[in-house]
């Protein structure tokens, strides 16, 4: 039997020695941050916060001018701003602690993540059951559990990374893993999400030293659970059906993507113009949430959506080149997990707006409504930006 309770004392004891910890956990105030990374994410920022505010235009008509001040406010005020404090404390945490205490941290978040189903704590919007309340705050607690995921599993495999590449010790582990979070997850139900905890652990798998041949076997496995999910699940049937078919029932399950094509297709090659989507106001389902990609097709057009699409590519890119010079395994693979997550949920945002993939529920990061997304998505970059620190050169 594999005992995950060892997770934290293996990864500390097979780190590279006392120089390493040292060097990860105590000369944070020597080096400054990575400032390729640390710009790209300011520009995410900045455009995210101007498309926000330009989607939320469409309560002027839909509700009230209250209602728009509120929730712009609420936005700046319980997402961006704690969210970049959270950056910066994140960007400060001696980088051992994490991989020390990852496994209280996953079981933390395991914990805060099942409270959704507690009556009085839980709060269902729609029939999903994905919020709890907080000093009257909703609060997603799946954003927590990714990142718990993360360190934990980054804390894993760098413990046993001699022998990530034998079933006991790297897939096997992943696979029980991603049963737990599964059972929480798609009970809640938040398929996209889970999908997002998949391609995230299979990318972490494969770089921590996992076979190829092993890690297509979990992908096909992954296909048929997502089989038996549209065939057990009416709702994601309906999803398969209007991807293949986005014109089918245009006023009905198809409404949204319909909505998108008509508001992206409308935005030709430069947009109407910043503040002048017409779809946001009385025809785009959640333009501040899932559809907001169809306001940025809308107002500023393929080179708008283009240029969006190349700022997350440079997310990633830069991302990436700081896990490939991190100080050690753990920090390494756990930036691999930070870049994949964040980029593979948006980049499934967009290409469900599109038409490329089948209608999500997912945020598009740094830029849809909801406080808890963007807070611990700049939390995940402060992490990114802590291991910027130790780079080597």
Partial sequence: MISFGTTARCAYRLSNGNQEVNETGDNNKMKKVDKIFLIIVGLLVAAGLLIFLSAAMGLLVRESGASFGSVALKQIFFGLLPGLLLLWGASKIPLIYLRRYALYIFIFSLVITALVFIPGIGVAYKGAHRWILIFGQSFQPSELLKIGFVIYFAAWLSGFRV??????YGLLPLVILLTIIGVLILNQPDTDTFLVFFATGFVMYLAGGGKW?????????????????????????????????????????????????????????????????????????????????????????????????????????????????????????MVVGIVVMIVSQSFINMAAMLNIIPLSGTALLFISKGGTTLLFALAEVGMILGVSRHIRK
Avoid: C
């Avoid at 909505?259 to 959640?286: D, N, V, W």
């Fill in 213 to 333: 041949r092993q890690a297509i076997l979990l992908f096909f496995a992954a296909v048929l659970l997502v089989a038996v999910l549209a065939f057990s699940n009416n709702y994601v049937m309906k999803r398969f059906q209007t991807f293949f078919n986005p014109n089918a029932d245009p006023t009905g399950a198809s409404y949204q993507i319909h909505q998108s094509l008509i508001a992206i297709g409308s935005g030709g090659l430069t947009g109407r113009g910043f503040g002048q989507s017409i779809r946001k106001f009385s025809y785009l389902p959640e333009p501040m949430g899932d559809s907001i990609f169809a306001v940025v097709g809308e107002e500023f057009g393929f080179v708008g959506g283009a240029l969006l699409v190349l700022l997350f590519t440079a997310f990633a890119w830069r991302g990436l080149w700081i896990a490939n010079r991190a100080p050690d395994t753990f920090t390494s693979l």
């Fill in 163 to 168: 022998r990530a590449a034998e079933f006991k």
